[in-house]
């Protein structure tokens, strides 16, 4: 579990889970319901918020693999990153396109004196 929860695609803790789901696959004679209950235990203890569901899948031979999803994370660094990133980009956006109507009008007061050929 530990290993899995240290392999997460995204830093966060999972303290900030409202849902977690864990996934255990291993040959049928390594898997009990004690182990079941052990990971799902643990996992509560570190994401005591979340809502915890879980599954197993059994396989001729291999390890015993864990596998973890965490959602409705409430804090997360790299999404509050994102939220500030574009906070600046915006007003980045609106001042290109102040900019652009400047040059716009520009060349519209430039061809106020041609003709329309409508």
Avoid: H, W
Wanted: hydrophobic letters at 40%; glycine letters at 4%.
């Amino acid at each position: 579990m530990d290993e899995a929860i240290s392999e997460l695609s995204l830093r966060c803790s999972p303290m900030d889970a409202g849902r977690a789901l864990y996934l255990v696959s291993a040959p049928a004679k390594e898997m009990s319901m004690d182990l079941i209950k052990e990971l799902g235990n643990y996992l509560k203890d570190i994401a005591p918020e979340a809502i915890i569901r879980n599954g197993d899948y059994t396989r001729e031979r291999g390890a015993l693999d864990v596998t973890v999803i965490l959602s409705e994370l409430k804090d997360v660094e790299k999404v509050r990153n994102y939220y500030s990133e574009s906070a600046s980009i915006i007003r980045q956006f609106k001042s290109k396109q102040d900019e652009i109507k400047g040059k716009l009008k520009v060349i519209e007061e430039a061809s106020k004196d041609i003709p329309s050929l409508l």
